[in-house]
């Protein structure tokens, strides 16, 4: 009987944890509302010139929308360079297409036939468009985004300079078609607002860093302070480890949500969807400590309640509600609650990132999903396992093409 106390009070402590997340939620929501265009803004009286640059491995499905959305901005002073990182299918003529197309010399194509040695590819692929920049702005965009907006690049940079911002990371909207990715995206983006929550990550004082490499916008004042592209030859996670330097450097790093302003389909089936989040969470977490910890924050918070609820509602059953006693009843009902709590904090968590509240239900489902991600992870950080990505197997700031 008083084991059963215990344990009901342990679940009782779980559904508290989601109870004080509404207020956190709310908290948030009020404090930092997501970035938008603003259609009643006046343009900048002297807009810095901004270089945008993509860089695009064996994207032919991807990279005419999004090179074609980023020409469609209005920003009035911005140039757009593409580096074609040694594509093996139809990007380098679609580039060349849509080079072809240009009369104004906005757009810029770079071809990259082999890597640099010590270099992983996207790194690589930037240096090499920094080389040809011109802007006093640099604006980094994914080769699978899509803008969604012709003002998300005035709407960025009008942020950065109202808010003295030396480094913007504007989060997107993911786009989600199948089973797999509405049911695991949500559970691994919510691991990763644990760990690097906007409040944390835009406080000076603070020490948690983040970028999405999707679409980040710093100085190129910043960009040097941090050493560039350089300082991050051989990280799979640039992003994060560029954010981590802006705050060693004293820079202003901040994070903002998006909203209508561009949108990225980051991983197609669930093949795709564990390989991608597996590096990233050995890429962004990198110790056992964090994998650990992150695995444990998903059994307490996720599996428990609803693996108490299973076994008591079956105790129940089998002797019955009245001859089950007490106990049973206790871990029931807190159970129910933590598992309520839960629901109804996530139909708000998903709302936020324009995701179907009846979504809310598989969450369970993708957290002990994302768990094997995670374990995964860990495997691979013990072995010091190579990680292959587009085609290349990168280990410690070495590669070798992929068989």
Request: net charge positive; hydrophobic share 45%; charged share 20%.
């Amino acid at each position: 009987m008083v084991g059963l106390l215990i344990w009901a009070g342990l679940v009782l402590l779980v559904a508290g944890i989601w109870g004080s997340r509404h207020w956190e939620v709310s908290r948030a929501q009020r404090e930092l509302p997501p970035l938008s265009e603003d259609p009643q803004a006046e343009p900048l009286a002297q807009p810095p010139r901004v270089s945008v640059l993509i860089a695009a491995k064996d994207e032919e499905a991807n990279i005419e929308a999004a090179v074609r959305t980023m020409l469609g901005q209005d920003y009035p002073n911005f140039e757009l360079i593409v580096v074609n990182d040694r594509s093996t299918d139809r990007t380098a003529g679609i580039l060349e297409s849509l080079r072809s197309e240009q009369s104004n010399g906005r757009l810029r194509v770079l071809h990259i036939d082999q890597l640099a040695e010590g270099w992983f590819g996207k790194n690589n692929a930037m240096r090499e468009g920094l080389a040809q920049s011109r802007g006093e702005w640099l604006c980094f965009a994914d080769a699978d985004c899509r803008q969604t907006s012709s003002r998300s690049l005035s709407t960025a940079v009008r942020y950065a300079l109202d808010h003295r911002v030396d480094f913007l990371s504007v989060l997107p909207q993911f786009e989600m078609h199948g089973i797999w990715e509405r049911i695991i995206q949500p559970v691994c983006g919510a691991v990763m607002v644990f760990w690097f929550h906007p409040k944390r990550v835009n406080d000076p004082a603070n020490a948690a860093a983040y970028a999405n490499g999707a679409f980040m916008l710093m100085s190129r004042r910043c960009y040097k302070a941090i050493g560039g592209h350089e300082a991050v030859r051989s990280q799979v996670n640039e992003d994060m480890h560029m954010a981590r330097l802006a705050k060693e450097n004293g820079q202003r790093l901040f994070v903002i949500q998006s909203d209508g302003l561009y949108k990225v389909r980051m991983y197609d089936g669930f093949r795709q969807t564990w390989r991608g989040w597996s590096r990233i969470f050995y890429g962004c977490f990198g110790t056992f400590r964090r994998l650990r910890i992150s695995m444990g924050m998903l059994m307490v918070t996720n599996v428990f309640p609803y693996a108490s609820l299973l076994i008591s509602l079956v105790m129940l059953a089998v002797r019955g509600w009245p001859g089950a006693g007490l106990g049973w009843q206790c871990v029931a009902g807190a159970s129910a609650l933590a598992v309520v709590l839960q629901q109804s904090l996530l139909m708000r968590f998903y709302r936020l990132c324009r995701v179907n509240p009846a979504w809310a239900p598989t969450f369970i489902v993708g957290a002990v999903i994302c768990i094997g991600m995670l374990l995964a992870a860990m495997f691979k950080l013990r072995a010091n396992a190579a990680t292959t990505w587009r085609g290349t197997t990168y280990r410690h700031g070495q590669f070798a093409q992929a068989k």
